[in-house]
């Protein structure tokens, strides 16, 4: 497995949320505002779910390597 794959298989295992808020500040450029409105939640919400689902990932991924 290449990282792609590894990368978007750990991705695949985040909540919703997580997944949302990851893929689209990173793969999509939205700011937290932008990813808050269209989530229909608060800035601190997001804030919250993106230091949540680093954290998931940085776990999981220490758990496959």
């Known amino acids: 497995q290449n990282g792609a794959e590894v990368l978007a298989y ?3 295992q ?3 949320g997580e997944r949302q ?4 500040h990173y793969y999509q450029q939205l700011s937290f505002v932008q990813l808050s409105e ?3 939640v608060s800035k601190a919400r997001v804030s919250q779910l993106h230091g949540q689902g680093l ?3 940085r776990r999981l ?3 496959v390597s």
Do not use: F
């Open 55 to 57: 954290k998931r990932l």
């Open 61 to 63: 991924y220490e758990q």
């Open 21 to 24: 808020v990851l893929t689209g």
């Open 38 to 40: 269209m989530m229909g």
């Open 10 to 12: 750990l991705v695949e």
């Open 14 to 16: 985040l909540t919703e």
